[in-house]
């Protein structure tokens, strides 16, 4: 039986998450992208009692059912700005699940303006340039670093040597 692989594909807004994720998820036998944003859009409305972080956690759940259905690569592309973001993830999966986490990282440029060019969607303007200020402060503690900025291809085949060559 081929090993269960959970990655945290994380970066900035715009770097390319869930274009690599769900490339990533097609070429593996059984894959699954689980889209950060979709889960976000879940919530309508919310008032000031309701907790923070439910994706991480609903991620977490989606990922034990799709394990447990077989699937060999669950993906998770989301904003993890540090390593305190990671942990409602990791408690919400099973106990001894392994997780790893690879960062797409680009220049700000590039992350600017491919978010800018992102259709039917409202501009994420300066919490773009905060995102990835945080990240970048962040990044020695969220997993292996991909640079991101070059053609989606060549991107997939990295991300696929920092999983293949990370510990399981």
């Given amino acids: 039986m081929p090993p269960r692989r959970v ?25 699954v992208c689980i889209e950060g944003d979709a889960l976000r859009n879940f919530v309508v409305s919310r008032d000031r009692h309701r907790p923070r972080g439910l994706a991480f956690r609903a991620a977490g759940a989606l990922t034990d059912v ?3 259905a077989g699937f060999e690569l669950v993906l998770f592309d989301f904003v993890f700005e540090g390593e305190h ?4 993830f990791r408690r919400s999966v099973s106990a001894g699940t392994a997780v790893q986490v690879v960062t797409l990282w680009a220049p700000l440029s590039v992350v600017t303006a491919r978010e800018a060019a992102r259709p039917g969607r409202a501009r994420l303007g300066a919490r773009v ?6 990240i970048q402060r962040n990044l020695d503690a969220l997993g ?20 293949d060559d990370s510990p399981q």
């Fill in 85 to 88: 973001h990671l942990e409602p």
């Fill in 66 to 68: 799709y394990l447990d």
């Fill in 144 to 163: 292996a670093v991909v640079p991101a900025a070059g053609a989606v291809d060549d991107v997939v085949r990295e991300v696929e040597r920092a999983i």
């Fill in 129 to 134: 340039e905060e995102c990835w200020s945080s």
């Fill in 7 to 31: 990655v945290l594909l994380n970066g900035p807004a715009g770097v390319g998450k869930t274009t690599i994720g769900r490339r990533l998820a097609e070429r593996s036998r059984n894959g």
